[in-house]
């Protein structure tokens, strides 16, 4: 049972150039979630799924996309990456609303030069 | 304006001694408020949270937090600190208009010294 898994750990990429952070998780949880962590601004939500099908924008979502590609993996997207955009990522995910207890994972450190 | 505030950027206790950890939140309903603590290079782990009933609320690795609705407090208590308690500790409120976001605080820094 290894919950909930990201890769890749560390990344850096040049501005410009896309990727893709792989999130999974195995608790057959409804609801997944990525946030980014900046210091002294605590989590911030870029984009959730709140089931299977579903995606919705949360609190900062410019300039990612995401792909709920089935139960188990949420993506994000970064199509052009700027140097706002370098921060750790965070996958969570949780049985059904966010009152439910968000399991997260381990983070991406992402550096955009 | 919803939102969270953890007044304090960084917490010194000495092992041994009571901890508390400040976070002050406003919301015009009910909230939802949770406890999160994240160690260093690690992923943010679940505490505790309060949804109604009980003001005290007991959590993970001894830790509890007292609800306070006429001062909007929601502060995390222990004891007794232990130096594996050193972390980054993070308060959030349930947004009133969406069942799936939270409002984090800025998170407080608590190093337990031996």
């Known amino acids: 049972n290894a919950g909930v898994t990201q890769t890749p750990k560390f990344q850096v990429l040049k501005t410009g150039q896309s990727m893709t952070l792989q999130c999974a998780q195995d608790m057959n949880h409804n609801s997944m979630y990525w946030y980014r962590q900046d210091p002294g601004m605590g989590l911030r939500l870029i984009y959730y799924?709140?089931?299977?099908?579903?995606?919705d924008k949360g609190e900062v979502p410019n300039g990612y996309n995401v792909s709920r590609l089935n139960k188990r993996e949420f993506s994000l997207r970064l199509e052009s990456a700027a140097p706002s955009q370098t921060s750790v990522y965070f996958c969570?995910?949780?049985?059904?609303?966010?009152?439910?207890?968000?399991?997260f994972g381990p983070g991406t450190r992402l550096t955009v030069l | 304006a919803q939102s969270v505030a953890q007044p304090e950027d960084q917490v010194n206790v000495a092992e041994g001694n009571p901890l508390t950890v400040k976070c002050t939140y406003s919301?015009?309903?009910?909230?939802?408020l949770f406890w999160y603590v994240q160690y260093p290079n690690r992923g943010l782990q679940f505490l505790l949270k309060?949804?109604?009933?009980d003001n005290l609320v007991k959590g993970s690795y001894g830790f509890e937090a007292e609800f306070n609705k006429s001062q909007t407090s929601f502060h995390l208590k222990k004891p007794s600190a232990l130096v594996s308690d050193s972390a980054l500790y993070f308060c959030?409120?349930?947004?009133?208009?969406?069942?799936?976001?939270?409002?984090w605080g800025a998170g407080t820094k608590l190093i337990i010294k031996p």
């Open positions: 959030a409120v349930r947004r009133e208009d969406s069942n799936y976001q939270l409002i």
């Open positions: 969570a995910s949780s049985e059904r609303t966010s009152t439910d207890t968000q399991y």
């Open positions: 919301v015009s309903g009910n909230p939802y």
């Open positions: 309060y949804i109604t009933g």
């Open positions: 799924s709140a089931s299977e099908g579903t995606t």
